[in-house]
């Protein structure tokens, strides 16, 4: 059995935070309960932040983050099995919400890898000043081997809550690309498997690999056409 939540318990856990939160100049709404107290809420907001976040915690067990900004909303659920794990939370979503900015993003790819033995395909995103890269998983990378991730062209914009630390710390294969910083890039196409190779204005270098039958190779050149001019080879 799921262990449930006290929420009278994470009221408490909340209130301690309070102090610690005006203190630092956020504005922390008091405990938001439901008529029959089975669920427990908590906005926070701060002149800084780009998004109003909220965090609520209901009796089985479960915890919703909620990043609301006038461009759109991100929702997180988290299994919250004790209360070490709702102080963690609590914590980690206020972090986060102080850096979180929404950003329109386009899916140009759903079988991005990072080379050739990185096996497990991840979602490759354009932004107005950055490719992101997001690791997916094994049952997604079997999918799309057999059938394609669906990407097309038309695909329209989407809202990605854009925090590159979270990115990069989810998975040592997620990848956060400024495009400002690129100083050559090379695109490159088969039967089978496009591809970019990068080089950055420090002297790092990146690889993406995704199905030809993306649109990823494309729409890329479209993009970085204008900004790196003869430094594209495609």
């Not at 102090?19 to 809420?41: E, N």
């Not at 919400?97 to 329109?104: D, E, Q, T, V």
């Not at 097309?152 to 989810?170: F, H, L, N, S």
Request: with cysteine.
């Amino acid at each position: 059995m799921r262990q449930r939540m006290n929420l009278d318990e994470a009221a408490a856990r909340l209130e301690v935070r309070r102090p610690r939160w005006l203190a630092a100049g956020l504005r922390v709404s008091p405990a938001l309960w439901t008529p029959d107290r089975a669920h427990l809420a908590v906005r926070v907001t701060a002149p800084g932040w780009q998004v109003e976040l909220t965090v609520e915690a209901h009796q089985g067990g479960w915890a919703y983050v909620h990043f609301a900004s006038a461009t759109g909303t991100l929702q997180e659920a988290r299994r919250v099995g004790s209360p070490a794990a709702w102080d963690a939370l609590l914590d980690d979503s206020v972090a986060r919400a102080s850096r979180l900015r929404m950003r329109p993003a386009k899916l140009l790819a759903g079988t991005c890898t990072t080379g050739w033995l990185d096996w497990v395909h991840g979602e490759l995103w354009l932004l107005p000043d950055a490719l992101v890269r997001v690791r997916s998983g094994l049952l997604g990378s079997v999918v799309n081997s057999t059938g394609g991730s669906g990407v097309t062209p038309r695909a329209p914009y989407r809202v990605m809550g854009y925090d590159p630390e979270a990115i990069r710390a989810a998975h040592r294969t997620n990848k956060v690309i400024p495009l400002a910083e690129i100083e050559r890039a090379r695109l490159h196409g088969g039967v089978t498997t496009s591809g970019m190779t990068l080089t950055m204005a420090d002297g790092t270098h990146h690889k993406l690999l995704w199905l030809s039958s993306e649109p990823a190779r494309r729409l890329l050149r479209d993009r970085l056409l204008p900004t790196l001019g003869p430094r594209l080879a495609h």
